[in-house]
């Protein structure tokens, strides 16, 4: 695929421009940051995840908490891993992407760290879609792209690097990724 970076420190998977297949950022400390966007042919449907547990005493993200997600006669697992599993000075995204082939989404349980259980059947494939311990399931509205920077690698780009987003209602996200702390 032609990626190449040199002495990585980390590689975060997260779908940075909402097309529903996983990016990848890594950081370097010989290269800086390198964003490799995933702009591959689009082949069956998928259906991401972002799991809010809205009870008390629990975390809002879920760590913890497992997805089986039944397509087409099959089940997909997934969990919340609680740790930051996304190597050095990192952290991976709290969406949960499930790629589906050709199949289409039937429901979803989430069985949730305190133990209890939920059953959805409104989160349909190709869209991103919250869902909460209380029951609601919302459609993640896909936000826009105003910069994306770089676009590819890292040469001549000073730290930190900004990523913005604008989402419904013009509201704006920013992810600053720099080499210290104190950016």
């Not at 993200?61 to 050095?88: D, I, K, L």
């Not at 896909?142 to 001549?156: F, K």
Request: aromatic share 8%.
């Amino acid at each position: 695929l032609g990626l190449f970076i040199h002495g990585a420190w980390t590689a975060v998977r997260l779908d940075v421009d909402r097309d529903g297949d996983a990016d990848l950022l890594c950081s370097s400390g010989t290269e800086n940051i390198k964003l490799f966007r995933n702009d591959l042919e689009k082949r069956g449907n998928s259906v991401t995840l972002r799991l809010r547990d809205v009870s008390a005493s629990s975390h809002r993200n879920a760590y913890g908490a497992h997805v089986t997600v039944y397509a087409g006669g099959r089940q997909f697992h997934r969990w919340m891993p609680g740790t930051v599993s996304g190597g050095r000075m990192a952290q991976m995204t709290h969406d949960l992407h499930v790629g589906l082939g050709d199949a289409k989404v039937d429901s979803t349980v989430v069985v949730w760290s305190n133990g209890s259980r939920s059953h959805y059947t409104s989160a349909t494939e190709n869209n991103t879609w919250i869902i909460a311990s209380d029951g609601t399931v919302s459609l993640l509205s896909q936000p826009r792209a105003l910069q994306v920077s770089p676009a590819t690698g890292s040469i001549d780009h000073t730290s930190p690097v900004t990523l913005q987003w604008t989402g419904p209602r013009g509201s704006r996200f920013d992810v600053r990724i720099g080499r210290t702390p104190d950016f």
